[in-house]
């Protein structure tokens, strides 16, 4: 009875074993908190946020300059994309959303040293740090991005590159932990679902001075500075529309009805001031024409 006892007990343990490792597995990818609808959508708004700068921002301003600037216009919103990627690896994803410092983060994640496969950050508890960290990064991209239209037409391209980093450095990189990273505005209340504070009100300051600091448009006024192609201004604007539900609703962080009715309100503000915009020009057309 004991030796049957003993082989019984040898054929019993393998399968408990592995009935344990089984069991044990499904547990682990659990307590990762990574969901897969989750990632799925964030992956897909991240690609709708790159996409706003190239090609959109890209074929938005390049229609709106002249001809002999068409090019340099589209490589400035190229530029913004290898810059601010390169930088935003770095250091920059690391001082704003790792550690808890009122001013600053830490560089514990310099060139995402040990973020794994399977980190995540206490931001987005539900998607891949690595998928966090890129979609903070097409953010970072369109910011600098969007400063290149108060320059547009008029500022050397190398000029560009060097203020495209200082940028970057010393006017984006403070504000984002502020309000994102666990900062001193954070900790105030203040909030910022989408970028109005980090994104928005950064780049049309940063573009104001900007557009202060380089004066007078040579030639306005006697100059023909009439817009190269409209049409691909159009394009760009359909193309901006389309990736803001990824800027929006991608801010959820989630799939889930948040996002949902983000999209809800970007779109229909977006017609509202299209329709509104539209009113407002035909009836100062029709003033011109009568007064004329």
């Not at 980093?165 to 900790?187: D, E, M, Q």
């Not at 910022?192 to 448009?217: E, I, P, T």
């Amino acid at each position: 009875m004991r030796a049957l006892s003993c082989r019984a007990a040898r054929r019993v343990a393998p399968i408990s074993l592995a009935t344990i490792f089984s069991f044990a597995t499904p547990a682990f990818a659990e307590t990762s908190g990574i969901n897969a609808a989750d990632t799925a959508w964030m992956i897909v708004a991240t690609a709708l946020v790159l996409m706003m700068t190239i090609p959109g921002l890209a074929l938005f301003y390049s229609g709106l300059v002249r001809k002999k600037n068409v090019l340099a216009t589209m490589a400035q919103s190229l530029a913004a994309v290898a810059i601010v990627s390169i930088l935003w690896v770095a250091f920059g994803y690391s001082l704003v959303f790792v550690g808890d410092g009122p001013w600053l983060g830490t560089l514990d994640r310099w060139f995402l040293a040990g973020m794994t496969m399977d980190s995540v950050n206490p931001a987005a508890k539900t998607i891949p740090e690595s998928l966090f960290m890129l979609y903070q990064m097409t953010f970072a991209i369109i910011t600098v991005a969007l400063v290149a239209g108060s320059v547009a037409d008029r500022m050397r391209f190398s000029a560009y590159l060097l203020f495209s980093v200082g940028w970057f450095v010393f006017v984006y990189i403070p504000p984002a932990p502020w309000v994102w990273g666990g900062g001193f505005l954070g900790t105030m209340g203040v909030l910022d679902f989408a970028g109005g504070l980090v994104v928005h009100l950064s780049a049309g300051a940063g573009g104001l001075v900007a557009a202060k600091v380089m004066g007078r448009r040579h030639g306005y006024g006697t100059e023909n500075l009439s817009p190269f192609d409209l049409s691909l201004a159009v394009m760009g604007t359909g193309l901006l529309w389309v990736g803001w539900f990824g800027f929006n609703g991608g801010s959820a962080l989630a799939a889930n009805s948040r996002a949902v009715m983000a999209i809800i309100a970007t779109h229909l503000a977006a017609c509202a001031g299209a329709l509104t915009w539209a009113r407002s020009n035909g009836e100062r057309s029709a003033s011109h024409r009568c007064s004329a």
